[in-house]
């Protein structure tokens, strides 16, 4: 019980207390929860993204090999039809000096394994191979990871500039 020293006052609380689960998160939700998080100036790390980039010029325009090692212990995988199952998604921005975005990709990609590839991920961590052709005048790539299950989030600045021809940046 609370009580109330001062004269003339008296305490108020409810009656009760309704908790309801949050609504689930559609695809357009869950994409705009992703270019939230690309505004922000500060690389969001609750999921443990590493990326390995190779330059790949063939055909004459910049592009790059991405791949994207995550840490799978970030993730909530689900038991299903005898698999392990996940899902992220993916929005990756090209960036020039001036901050603007030149160009983006966003898409859902479903993770389904086997016990055996499971474990592999486990040990390994889950790899996603990308490519992605550079645009003119971009100098930064922004990565950004929701896994679609908790919502956590993790994100990774590639800035264009450390990218020395033919060598690759980890």
Do not use: C
Request: charged letters at 25%; hydrophobic letters at 40%; a positive charge.
């Amino acid at each position: 019980k609370v009580k109330v020293k001062r004269p003339g006052l008296e305490g108020r609380d409810r009656t009760g207390y309704l908790a309801l689960p949050d609504r689930p998160m559609d695809k357009s939700d869950r994409i705009a929860a992703l270019h939230y998080a690309a505004m922000s100036p500060i690389e969001d790390l609750r999921l443990g993204i590493t990326a390995h980039v190779e330059p790949d010029n063939q055909g004459g325009r910049p592009n790059w090999k991405l791949k994207l090692r995550l840490d799978a212990k970030d993730l909530q995988f689900q038991e299903w039809q005898g698999q392990r199952v996940a899902g992220l998604d993916l929005l990756i921005l090209q960036r020039n000096a001036q901050g603007q975005t030149l160009d983006s990709f966003a898409s859902t990609q479903p993770i389904a394994l086997n016990p055996a590839e499971y474990q592999t991920v486990l040990k390994d961590g889950l790899i996603l191979d990308l490519n992605l052709e550079i645009k003119p005048n971009a100098r930064l790539v922004r990565v950004v990871l929701r896994e679609t299950a908790s919502g956590a989030l993790g994100s990774l600045d590639i800035p264009i500039g450390q990218l020395v021809a033919d060598k690759p940046v980890k």
